[in-house]
């Protein structure tokens, strides 16, 4: 079975950092593309952060220059390094895992909470 188990959230101050991770099991980590996305009540869900099979990166503006995405192919796992966390960074963040051949496979996580708060 296909799974995807994000870890790492917590409440943290403005200004503060923290470090997610998402464990992939059940298929071929290697052969997807690995993004972050995030969602606040009453928001759109939205792409953070992109790292494809190859290895590049993508950004959203509003987290570039504080996040990074990172993947470790040898442990099924995705990273996102967030930096000068500010409160409207707050949101359920999901890693997400998708890839096109031989057909668009599409899975999600169940979810971490970031809080950024005083």
């Known amino acids: 079975q296909v799974q995807l188990v994000e870890s790492g959230g917590d409440l943290v101050q403005p200004g503060g950092s923290l470090r997610l991770s998402c464990a992939a099991s059940?298929?071929?980590?290697?052969?997807?593309?690995m993004s972050w996305y995030r969602q606040a009540p009453g928001k759109e869900r939205e792409l953070v952060a992109i790292?494809?099979?190859?290895?590049?990166?993508n950004y959203a503006n509003s987290v570039k220059g504080r996040f990074s995405i990172s993947r470790d192919n040898a442990k099924a796992t995705v990273y996102l390094q967030m930096n000068s966390l500010k409160p409207e960074d707050t949101a359920v963040y999901y890693c997400?895992?998708?890839?096109?051949?031989?057909?668009?496979?599409?899975?999600w996580g169940q979810g971490t909470q970031v809080t950024v708060s005083s």
């Open positions: 790292i494809r099979e190859g290895g590049t990166l």
């Open positions: 997400n895992a998708k890839t096109y051949y031989p057909r668009i496979q599409d899975y």
């Open positions: 059940g298929f071929t980590f290697i052969n997807y593309d």
